[in-house]
């Protein structure tokens, strides 16, 4: 199998106004971590860490991100917005928003988003984001967002414990020629410097809009919400009831006792019927 084209992915690109500088690695530990080195470096707004595989990837909650090579796409994007710390989880929305838009546009399958960064295809997991962030006095001095594609995988590419829960976009439209990474990389950078510059212009109800349209199970949805504090988990029933104004999804109390704001540590299972 072909690495990826590094060449034809900033051929792609030129011209783009977001996306200013492509490192493409056959492998790496980890994207979000090269990135993170070359923020602290001073690196601006739309630099690109992507590969072809990882060794050490990461998602939300410090779970692994398995990253078979060759099939998968992961990249790494460098953001530098202006905006106090509670409002970067808008930024989480507006990365898996525009993931999710690539993967249709480039797919065809009705990808959907479940908060605050998954994408799933038929139920099952196609890509997720992971935001780290570094601030100062309150405020983002820079952001990393991280997003892991299952493109091309089989499902031998997933390892025994994922087979039941992922599936990969090739898998998802009924299998066919392979995807085209490059494209896809571009498709979602594309859409990523469309969703930052509206965010940065303050257009927070639209994103907010777009995502929602995308991410069915996050009004009306019957949902566990498991949260740790001090070691202690608590598990409060609820059902979803959209976004608050920084991107924190909302949940109201079966118990009745009100609405909860969901934190990114926090974990959102749905209910049994």
Known sequence: MAGLDAARLRGSLRGDPFAREIVVLESTTSTNDDALRLLASGS???????????????????????????????????????????????????????????????????????????????????????????????????????TGFNVNHEIADFPPELRDSATSLRIARGGGPRLDREDLAAAYLRRLGDVAARLERGEWGSVAADWSERAPASAGRKVVVATSDGGATTRI??????????????????DGAGTIRVRLSDAVIPAEA
């Open 44 to 146: 601006p707004q739309g630099t690109v860490v992507i590969a072809s595989s990882q060794t050490a990837g990461r998602g939300r909650l410090a779970r692994r991100w398995h990253s078979a090579a060759d099939v998968g796409l992961y990249l790494s994007v460098i953001l530098r917005p202006c905006a106090p710390v509670e409002e970067l989880t808008r930024w989480t929305v507006g990365s898996a928003l525009a993931a999710c838009l690539a993967c249709r546009e480039r797919s065809g399958c009705c990808v959907e988003i479940e908060w605050p960064n998954d994408l799933v295809a038929l139920g099952r997991k196609v890509a997720g984001t992971l935001a780290e962030a570094r601030s100062m006095g309150g405020r983002a001095a820079g952001l990393v967002l991280g």
């Open 237 to 254: 029933s609820g059902t979803t009831a959209g976004l608050d104004a920084h991107g924190a999804l909302l949940v109201e109390r079966t």
